[in-house]
């Protein structure tokens, strides 16, 4: 039987001489794995669904416990005509964040809107980048179960002080003020050295960067990027804070996350 699905193209892997495996993301299926035939041939009328960061309407149909993909149509080709080297890196690394937060057969609706959304964003030039990394992050934490307690400080309840000055305890997915974390004597990071061997991680937030957590974790898919942090140090605080959070919560890192930060400007 064949069937039509709107999905992006995630990765492609080769198959056989001339066919492409294809990595899928659907919102009511999540991922799925479509088999394109003749989908390597510049020559196919699939080709042009069959690139990673496509996003169209897929005919398939099942045979023998497969999928095969038989033609369709993409509704938006990200990055086709070019997108400078940082933004290329920054989409790799965002869709190894959304193959890992997905599975097969389970619903994935957001995922996917964030995802377009940030493809959009970066093809535009809409937010900095770094902007658009944070957001996709911290929602990517808050969307697989990670989402912290980030209303008043976990140890005395206090709320934030005049000054904004705070931490994020990663660990526990909770903020502390600055009393109670120096009473706690934990570990206060200002970088993501060994995050993964240390059992108590505290990431410093001004208010401005404790003010875009908590939009990130509220905000809609199509609104998620939507934010101005003025200030460079309220940035910085931001992503540190995001990425060690995320990694931490997944227990893993990415190879393209590495070449990201090896390029970044």
Same mark, same amino acid.
């Given at each position: ?14 198959s056989?001489e ?6 899928i ?30 996003y169209? %309407?897929l005919?398939?149909? %099942? ?5 095969w993909?038989?033609?369709g149509?993409?509704?938006n ?5 070019g ?7 920054? /989409? ?7 193959? %890992?937060? *997905?599975?097969?057969?389970e619903?994935a ?8 959304? /940030? $493809? ?12 658009i990394?944070?957001?996709?992050? $911290?929602?990517? /934490?808050?969307?697989s179960? $990670? ?7 976990s140890?005395?309840?206090?709320? %934030? ?7 994020l ?5 909770a ?17 993501? *050295? ?25 905000? /809609? ?14 940035m ?5 804070? *995001? ?6 919560h997944?227990?893993?890192? $990415? ?11």
């Open positions: 039987m064949r069937t039509a699905i709107d999905g992006l193209v995630l990765r492609e892997l080769p056989g001339n066919d492409k495996l294809l990595l993301l659907t919102a009511k299926e999540g991922k799925l794995w479509v088999t394109a035939k003749g989908g390597r041939s510049i020559k196919s009328k699939k080709s042009a669904i069959c690139r990673p960061f496509t169209g %309407e005919e398939i149909y %099942e045979k023998h416990g497969k999928l993909l038989t033609g149509s993409p509704n080709s990200f990055f086709a005509y997108v400078d080297v940082n933004g290329y890196a920054l /989409a790799s690394y965002l869709t190894e964040i959304c193959e %890992e937060i *997905t599975g097969e057969g619903e609706e957001l995922v996917l809107r964030a995802t377009l959304n /940030a $493809f959009y964003a970066i093809e535009k030039k809409l937010f900095p980048l770094e902007q990394k944070a957001a996709y992050e $911290f929602f990517a /934490a808050t969307v179960g $990670f989402s912290p307690d980030l209303s008043l400080c140890d005395c309840s206090a709320s %934030e002080k005049e000054n904004g000055e705070c931490f305890d990663v660990m526990n997915g903020i502390l003020c600055s009393e109670c974390a120096k009473a706690r004597k934990a570990t206060v990071s200002d970088t993501l *050295t060994d995050i993964y061997e240390t059992k108590s991680i505290l990431m410093p937030l001004d208010s401005s960067a404790l003010h875009a957590l908590r939009y990130c974790a509220e905000a /809609a898919p199509n609104r998620l990027f939507n934010f101005s942090i003025t200030d460079e140090k309220s910085k605080l931001f992503c540190k804070a *995001t990425e060690a959070y995320l990694l931490n997944l227990e893993r890192g $990415f190879k393209t996350l590495n070449f990201y930060n090896s390029i970044k400007d």
